[in-house]
């Protein structure tokens, strides 16, 4: 436990910074306020040629071997792009590729290179893992026949629609967990099911799965520990993602206290106003400490008690700072902050989208108790 407890480690390569430098820059030109707006009501919800642009700059393969055509840098270079594109708001299935491309690699191995190539090269990929039931259910909603045929349907499946290749966590005729591999074109667009979010940067759809064939089924001993790293390193993605959106929400607050007047003062000059600000600032810092130091704790192997201690750490504060965060831009702004015309309304949008994806902070902490109290 005191080794848990003990560990500070903290990372930062001189890739990280650069990819940091080029991202800010890149989200900064390519998702203006005006730009996510326009996207909010599109079918997309995010600019095809911008994503072609980030295939361009490497981004789907960052974490990816060489041998497959990524950068062989991990999952820790991509916190500093993940974090820029929360902070722009920036929506594209970056995230939802990323972290099929880490399922697929941890649950299968040399044998999947020609998917992990596919989606290296920038074909879009996605995890089929919700079937309805809570973070904690043991039921994977989808069963897998010997001739890898699969039955049953996937709820909330992330960026569906854009997949080139889907991995859908179901178990075999045996009950064991397995990852079928399925082509987004295999899934007929009756069987598709689109969700209208809180956070309209997103997409998600339901998926039913019956009769499709898998193109391939991943199973054994490793299929158990890569769902799992799975959740912990979404979790990870998902908070720093936050981070970035509590920095842009805070960017706003800021500018806004320092502009407008009541009672003939800025009201950024009263207490009530400035202690919050200050706390905002506290928590997004603290998140990013430990987003930090959870990608610092990552390898290409099984994850370690430390990373997992550290990824439920960095989910649960991140949630709760961003929550704080979009409920104080809201209130500070007065009644402009409920309208739709108010950018605090996309934060707290973001917030509640962040706060429940891969578990909120009560299911992170529930989990972090017996981890770190020997329980």
């Not at 972290?99 to 995890?127: F, P």
Request: aromatic share 6%; glycine share 10%.
């Amino acid at each position: 436990m005191s080794a848990i407890i003990g560990s500070k480690k903290i990372d930062f390569s001189e890739e990280q910074g650069m990819l940091l430098d080029v991202a800010r820059e890149f989200v900064k030109d390519k998702s203006p306020g005006s730009e996510v707006r326009k996207l909010l009501e599109s079918e997309a919800g995010f600019s095809e040629p911008v994503w072609r642009e980030l295939v361009d700059l490497g981004w789907t393969g960052i974490n990816l071997p060489e041998s497959v055509g990524g950068s062989g840098l991990g999952i820790a270079a991509l916190i500093p792009v993940v974090e820029s594109m929360g902070k722009g708001l920036m929506g594209t299935p970056l995230v939802s590729t990323v972290l099929a491309a880490e399922l697929i690699r941890r649950a299968g191995g040399i044998a999947e290179e020609d998917v992990l190539e596919d989606i290296s090269g920038g074909c879009a990929a996605t995890v089929a893992y919700l079937d309805g039931s809570d973070w904690g259910g043991t039921n994977t909603g989808v069963s897998v026949d010997a001739n890898g045929v699969l039955s049953g349907s996937k709820f909330m499946v992330p960026d569906a629609a854009q997949a080139t290749w889907i991995a859908v966590v179901g178990s075999d005729t045996a009950g064991d967990a397995v990852v079928a591999l399925v082509a987004g074109s295999d899934v007929a667009a009756q069987a598709q099911a689109s969700h209208a979010l809180i956070d309209l940067t997103k997409r998600a759809s339901t998926l039913d799965f019956t009769g499709v064939k898998a193109q391939r089924v991943l199973s054994g001993d490793k299929v158990a520990s890569a769902i799992r790293d799975y959740l912990l390193i979404g979790a990870l993605l998902t908070a720093a993602e936050a981070v970035g959106s509590t920095s842009a929400c805070l960017a706003g607050i800021v500018d806004y206290l320092k502009t407008r007047k009541q009672f003939g003062k800025l009201i950024g000059s009263f207490q009530a106003l400035k202690h919050p600000t200050v706390d905002i600032y506290v928590g997004m810092e603290h998140s990013r400490s430990l987003v930090y130091h959870a990608s610092s704790e990552i390898d290409d192997g099984p994850l370690s008690t430390e990373a997992e201690v550290a990824c439920r750490m960095a989910k649960a504060k991140a949630s709760d700072t961003i929550q704080y965060a979009g409920d104080r831009s809201v209130q500070f702004h007065g009644g402009f902050g409920f309208t739709w015309e108010c950018d605090s309304s996309l934060f707290i949008r973001r917030a509640a989208w962040s706060q429940q994806q891969f578990g909120d902070a009560m299911h992170h902490r529930k989990r972090l108790a017996p981890l770190l109290l020997d329980a």
